[in-house]
């Protein structure tokens, strides 16, 4: 994927065995009340969507991603501003004390949708979930 159409990049982290997989949820760092989102933040100039995605989601969450692939995209507005964000399916890698102060949550992926109140993420989450074969072997 194309990082310069991009404007930020996040990830679809999942942990568990095939049947029970949980999908990664933070809450915005700002707003500790507001709904679950996934972990996501701005491409740095001369970062690519992929790395952005990884690191993202290991600032936001502690959590390392493995074996990341395209998701998809979410576009959407904030304070006026459009917003591109690529996400990327990955596995759960391991993890340590997060960069930022979030509360972070593993939800099972038959409470995503009860979860996350944005219908395109709830969609691509369970496109991913779909197409899910388990962790790489």
């Known amino acids: 994927m194309n990082a310069e159409t991009l404007t930020h990049a996040g990830g679809i982290v999942l942990r568990g065995a095939r049947g029970a997989r949980e999908v990664l949820l933070v809450r915005p760092l700002a707003r500790p009340e507001a709904p679950w989102v996934l972990p996501k933040g701005h491409i740095e100039p001369g970062e690519d969507a992929e790395a952005a995605a990884l690191r993202e989601v290991r600032e936001e969450s502690g959590v390392f991603g493995l074996a990341p692939r395209w998701a998809g995209r979410v576009e959407f507005e ?26 972070r949550a593993w939800i099972p992926a038959r409470g995503v949708a009860a979860a996350v109140p944005f219908p395109e993420t709830v969609a691509l989450i369970e496109a991913v979930l779909a197409g899910d074969q388990g962790p790489p072997a």
């Not at 996400?87 to 960069?99: I, K, L, R, S």
């Open 78 to 103: 904030v304070n006026g501003a459009r917003v591109s964000c690529g996400f990327y399916a990955m596995e759960w890698g391991g993890e340590e004390v997060a960069q930022e102060p979030r509360d």
